[in-house]
């Protein structure tokens, strides 16, 4: 039998009403993907409040790759409920930071000694890293990507690329952030093709150095292993330990960006060890809370050691009930091969994709690493002009017939999935078959628009 249920029309009356109060309470800048309301929610999927069922390829963007209440973290956090709520880890501490902190130390790639410390969201990690990245080499400069995100404060928004909507009207923004071009193959920046450009775009950071910004004033590169909200642009493998390489001949430290592609999302715990890189700082967020907000900022034991006592912290940074998720979280990873599903997920999509690309050339680019998959839509396939239009149909038709998916891309012509790891072969080809009657329907619709 078919999950899906779709009772009204969505968005349903009651979402609607909602939708309503909410244009008069909240601002309009917090948009929204789609205009329905959640009542429920279970592994991967949800349900509304006028009672349609979704299949969730969302995961309130990456932070559900254990899916949605799962029993573990459920659990944990219940028991962290009849024990306290908040007590400021900088006051009186606890033992779950603690332990979270080691088993991160653990888990991360890079065998040397390493330290961790907890915040509330992507952002502040990032804002962290980059602290304590200038605390350690005494240099200001950052270098960051195009088509990068980094989260939504002001530093973050210095480091992120994309203008509209994230970046226009909101500046000035702090400075000592240097931009170059990322490992973007399907539109490279520099006209040439993998693997004969011989990494030309990582090469070039020695170009940077030279006629952009002296070495010595940069204290960290910091790059998304593989682009989030950029679009999910997947690097060669061999891009980043190259990359990394001409950094530490600098003395400039490399910081990954693993706040979406951590926690199984790739593949792997995390995108480095697809590439085989030991980041000097690791910054995660999003899954590793199993729904509950929290950030991590792990990284080489001296780095992380270079701020003094008093320079590091937040009220809620690293709460009680986020770090008994996290723990619950990192078990399930150790109970079930997340890992392998995720790239069995991966592996099935693309299979499916790529018979689409063939008959529908909008869709330009079908990639991804591990469950990490996305397809890049454009106008034709020799051209490459991007297709956003066609991209807000395409997850307009998905919600409309029983799909969650969210777009991407600094044009906003990618599709890309998060969907929780945890879902069934059953459940991803129902999602996918609605993905699949989503692209007919549009290209179909296009063609029809524009006589041949
Ligand atoms: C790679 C990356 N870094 C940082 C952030 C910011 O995280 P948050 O929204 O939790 O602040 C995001 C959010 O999408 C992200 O994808």
């Not at 929204?32 to 006028?50: F, M, N, Q, R, S």
């Not at 799909?403 to 080809?429: H, K, Q």
Request: proline share 6%; aromatic share 8%.
């Amino acid at each position: 039998m078919a999950t899906i249920q779709l009772k009204t029309q969505v968005p349903g009356p009651k979402s609607k009403a909602l939708a309503e109060r909410r244009a008069s309470a909240v601002p309009r800048g917090l948009s929204h993907a789609t205009p329905i309301y959640v009542a429920k929610a279970e592994g991967a999927v949800l349900e509304d409040v006028d009672g349609n069922r979704y299949i969730d390829l969302a995961g309130g963007i990456g932070c559900l790759n254990v899916g949605h209440r799962s029993p573990g973290v459920i659990s944990a956090v219940r028991d962290q409920l009849d024990k306290f709520l908040h007590t400021c880890v900088q006051v009186t501490a606890y033992e779950s930071y603690v332990r979270l902190a080691e088993r991160l130390n653990e888990l991360t790639p890079g065998n040397f000694p390493k330290k961790t410390m907890f915040v509330n969201s992507g952002a502040e990690a990032v804002e962290n890293a980059v602290k304590i990245a200038r605390a350690a080499t005494g240099r200001p400069g950052i270098i960051a990507f195009e088509d990068a995100f980094h989260g939504r404060t002001m530093m973050t928004l210095s480091l992120t690329s994309k203008t509209h909507p994230y970046k226009a009207g909101f500046q000035p923004f702090p400075g000592e952030v240097y931009r170059v071009p990322y490992a973007y193959c399907y539109r490279c920046s520099y006209s040439l093709k993998y693997p004969s450009c011989d990494l030309y775009c990582a090469r070039h950071l020695e170009d940077t150095f030279q006629r952009v910004v002296a070495h010595e004033g940069v204290a960290a590169v910091i790059a998304e292993p593989v682009l989030g909200e950029g679009g999910f642009v997947t690097p060669p493998l061999d891009y980043f330990s190259t990359l990394i390489e001409i950094c530490h001949k600098h003395g400039v430290l490399f910081i990954a960006d693993e706040v979406q592609s951590g926690f199984g999302r790739t593949g792997a715990l995390f995108a480095s060890e697809r590439y085989g890189i030991e980041p000097d700082i690791l910054v995660s967020a999003k899954s590793l809370g199993g729904g509950l907000p929290l950030g991590a900022i792990t990284g080489r034991a001296e780095i992380m050691d270079a701020p003094g006592p008093g320079g590091l912290g937040g009220t809620f940074a690293g709460n009680p009930v986020s770090c008994a998720a996290a723990l619950a979280v990192l078990d399930q990873f150790e109970q079930q091969d997340l890992r392998t599903r995720a790239n069995e997920l991966g592996d099935h999509f693309q299979k499916r994709a790529r018979e689409w690309q063939k008959r529908w050339p909008m869709i330009g680019d079908v990639r991804g690493l591990g469950a990490m998959q996305a397809l890049e839509l454009v106008q034709s396939q020799d051209r490459r002009e991007p297709a956003g239009d066609e991209t807000k149909q395409v997850t307009q038709y998905c919600y409309e017939h029983g799909v969650i998916t969210i777009s991407a891309g600094s044009y906003g012509n990618v599709v890309r999935l998060l969907m929780p790891l945890v879902i069934t072969d059953a459940l991803m080809d129902e999602a996918l078959d609605v993905l699949e009657g989503a692209l007919k329907t549009v290209y179909e619709k296009k063609h029809e628009a524009q006589p041949v």
